[in-house]
């Protein structure tokens, strides 16, 4: 049982180049979440999902785009990198508002 | 204004101790959920504990409690006899309607170290 599996683990890119972070779970849940985590302020959310063609900004979405064209799959773009998006970002699924999210294993990405 | 605070950067406990980890909110939403996850230094977040705002009892799950005091909007984290593994860091989340979505809302985490 995969569980919610991220892809990349780890990245090294340079200021305005672009990339997608793939987030993928097999347990058929609705909702789906980005999330970036930095020293010292917990996790902040920047995009969601609560169903198959739908998606919401979060609390801090400036810089980045995200899809979700197939309920397991949920993408997060980043368009022009920028030294400030240095962070782990953790995807995160659930099945209802009452239960825990399950997290993937978090993607450490590093803008030069 | 913080939805989640965690007033406890970092603590030691004793290895076999119990230790108590704070955590207050603010919401106005009457049906909230709280969360507790720990995240070892491997990085993967772990769902520990859930307590529903109206939940008469204290959550409870194995050597994990819930202190659950909603007039103080307090929902401590109290792991008894500590273990090594305990050693992590800890959040404290809060799940709440925002306009027509739920939110979830994470505090910035409190270290525990566990000492042999």
């Known amino acids: 049982n995969a569980g919610v599996t991220q892809t990349p683990k780890f990245r090294v890119l340079k200021t305005g180049q672009s990339m997608t972070l793939l987030c993928a779970q097999d347990?058929?849940?609705?909702?789906m979440y980005w999330y970036r985590q930095d020293p010292g302020m917990g996790l902040r959310l920047i995009h969601y999902s609560v169903g198959e063609g739908t998606t919401a900004k979060g609390e801090v979405p400036d810089g980045y785009n995200v899809s979700r064209l197939k309920k397991q799959n949920f993408l997060l773009g980043l368009e022009s990198a920028a030294p400030s998006q240095t962070s782990v970002y953790f995807c995160?699924?659930?099945?209802?508002?009452?239960?825990?999210?399950?997290f993937g294993d978090g993607t450490r990405l590093s803008i030069l | 204004a913080q939805k989640i605070t965690q007033t406890q950067p970092g603590m030691f406990v004793q290895e076999k101790e119990a230790v108590t980890l704070d955590c207050t909110y603010d919401t106005s939403d009457p049906s909230y959920g709280l969360f507790w996850y720990k995240q070892p230094s491997s990085g993967e977040m772990i769902f520990l504990i859930y307590?529903?705002?109206?939940?008469?009892q204290n959550a409870t799950e194995g050597r994990y409690s819930l202190n659950f005091q909603k007039a103080r909007k307090s929902a401590n984290l109290v792991i008894s006899a500590s273990q090594l593994g305990d050693s992590a860091m800890y959040f404290c989340?809060?799940?709440?309607?925002?306009?027509?979505?739920?939110?979830?809302?994470f505090g910035a985490g409190t270290t525990v170290t566990v000492r042999a």
């Open positions: 347990m058929n849940h609705e909702y």
């Open positions: 989340a809060m799940r709440e309607r925002v306009l027509i979505d739920y939110k979830l809302s």
């Open positions: 995160a699924s659930e099945q209802a508002v009452n239960q825990p999210q399950h």
């Open positions: 307590q529903g705002s109206y939940d008469q």
